[in-house]
C-alpha cells in the first residue's frame, strides 16, 4: 500500500517528514491511516482532465472522374 505521510514519522518504515509518499504492507499502511497520520495515495479523486473535443470532419464532395 502507498501512503502519503501528513505528520512526521519515526519507526519501522524508516523516518519520513510530512508529505512523504512511501510504501508499507496493508497493517501498517491502516494503523497508520488509522491514527491519522497518513493517508493513502490513491484515495483522494483525481483531478477531471479535460480532454480537447474532437475536430469535426467535413464530408468531401465526390468528384467525376
Known amino acids: 500500500m502507498k501512503v502519503r505521510a501528513l ?3 519515526s519507526g519501522p518504515t524508516g ?3 510530512a508529505g512523504d509518499e512511501f ?4 497493517k501498517v499502511g491502516d494503523e497508520l491511516i488509522a ?3 497518513a ?3 490513491g484515495s ?3 483531478p477531471a482532465v479535460e480532454e480537447p473535443a474532437p475536430k ?3 464530408a468531401r464532395a465526390a468528384t467525376k472522374e
Open 7 to 9: 505528520a512526521s514519522l
Open 15 to 17: 523516518r519520513h517528514t
Open 23 to 26: 510504501v508499507v504492507d496493508a
Open 35 to 37: 491514527r491519522g497520520v
Open 39 to 41: 493517508v493513502e495515495v
Open 44 to 46: 483522494e479523486p483525481e
Open 56 to 58: 469535426s470532419v467535413k
